[in-house]
């Protein structure tokens, strides 16, 4: 049995309680720097942070770059979202729509994660970083742009 209260963000599985997924903001610029190092084993200025930048581009014709805030999950995850914007979605599954800042930055990480999966040197930590921002999402109570895009 499988219930979710979303307006607690609560999740119960079978009697359990489950955590709930929550993302910290990574505000010091030092910190910034170890949090991908750790995250992402060196992968992430030579794979991981060209390939967002480009799915944004390609997701979004209002996309003009600007200084992503880094966020870490309480599950292990990270995603990253650029600067509090309105971002005009046009997704290869055929959606149009138009997203948050922040909602925009977990569609192109998704992305992201989705496509460097198939990576052979990069498929268990992008399969782990997919998973863990997809749980994360599903506990959002407004996640409906999110799974209408990555769908």
Known sequence: MFITFIENIILFYGDKQMKTITANLVADENER???????FNGFY???IEPSIYKVADHLSPSYDGGYWDFYR??????????????YKLIC???????????????????????????KPNLQEIMSKHYHALRDFALDLPKNEIIFKAID
Request: one cysteine or more; glycine letters at 10%; a negative charge.
């Open 92 to 118: 290869s599954n055929g959606f149009e729509g138009v997203a948050s800042s922040f909602d925009f930055g977990i569609i192109v990480c998704l992305y992201t994660y989705s496509t460097l999966s198939f």
């Open 33 to 39: 720097l170890d949090v991908t190092q750790k995250q």
């Open 73 to 86: 999950l309480s599950n292990g995850g990270f995603f990253q979202a650029p600067p509090d914007d309105q």
């Open 45 to 47: 200025p030579f794979h």
